[in-house]
Nanobody
Framework: VILEESGGGSVQAGGSLRLSCRLTGWTYEYYCLTWFRQAPGKSREGIAA???????MYADSVKGRFTISKDNAKNTLYLQMDNLQPDDTATYYC?????????????????WGQGTHVTVSP
């Protein structure tokens, strides 16, 4: 199983980015796919999760600004990020687990991508 993120970059506050995570070799019928982020000097935090049952969960810090979705035909997970703020600057990772329960706990995930970096300037 390979998870590969893309779409990071630099934007000004108030701008938008869409991150992608392509899943290769992922064949589980039930799953939870989650976006995490890690800012310098901080721990990795879960921010958005999507289950195979089409349920979603968001961290309070991104609720109302970020949207998680999946294109099943392309086997790709997305994170639409709107109204970005400097506090959103971080490396963003996607992760997967073969269970449908929504969890944002990093210790519950064993499959990770390599990350894509987002910088938001004031």
């Amino acid at each position: 199983v390979i998870l590969e993120e893309s779409g990071g970059g630099s934007v000004q506050a108030g701008g938008s980015l869409r991150l992608s995570c392509r899943l290769t070799g992922w064949t589980y019928e039930y799953y939870c796919l989650t976006w995490f982020r890690q800012a310098p000097g901080k721990s990795r935090e879960g921010i958005a999760a999507l289950s195979s049952e089409s349920t979603t969960m968001y961290a309070d810090s991104v609720k109302g600004r970020f949207t998680i979705s999946k294109d099943n035909a392309k086997n790709t997970l997305y994170l639409q990020m709107d109204n970005l703020q400097p506090d959103d600057t971080a490396t963003y990772y996607c992760a997967a687990r073969p269970f449908p329960q929504l969890v944002l706990d990093r210790d519950r995930y064993h499959r990770w991508g390599q990350g894509t970096h987002v910088t938001v300037s004031p």
